[in-house]
């Protein structure tokens, strides 16, 4: 069971730290970020791994982080620097036996557990 929480709204340059409270041992999996737009396909984000492997989109590259260290049970991602464009519903994914390279590909269709999304809105 994944729940998301810390959405909500901001200005642009503004931030924010999002949380994904995860129910379960995730040692096989890659836990991943992802945004929807409306009207627009889900795409990866950030995501993590055990070890602390992370990876990110370009267009957050600079600008968010996944933390390494911290609650085992808790997935973090902390957006810095928000813009306008990064408005969208956030959600967590477990995506099991990937790198967190793998786990961050097209439209998280190989992620098998998700959470139901935390809204992000980032204001002019």
């Known amino acids: 069971l994944l729940v998301e929480s810390g959405g909500g709204s901001v200005q642009a340059g503004g931030s924010l730290t999002l949380s994904c409270e995860v129910s379960?041992?995730?040692?096989?999996?890659?836990m991943a970020w992802f945004l929807q737009g409306p009207g627009k396909e889900r795409e990866g984000v950030a995501s993590?791994?055990?070890?602390?492997?992370?990876s990110y989109a370009d267009s957050v590259k600079g600008r968010f982080t996944i933390p390494r260290h911290g609650a085992q049970n808790r997935i973090l991602l902390q957006m810095n620097s928000l813009r306008p464009e990064d408005s969208a519903t956030y959600y967590c994914?477990?995506?099991?036996?990937?790198?967190?390279?793998?786990?961050?590909?097209?439209?998280?269709?190989?992620?098998?557990?998700w959470g139901l999304g935390t809204q992000v809105t980032v204001s002019t």
């Open positions: 993590l791994n055990i070890t602390g492997s992370t």
């Open positions: 379960g041992y995730w040692y096989y999996y890659s």
């Open positions: 994914a477990a995506c099991r036996g990937m790198t967190p390279f793998q786990a961050l590909a097209g439209d998280g269709a190989q992620c098998e557990s």
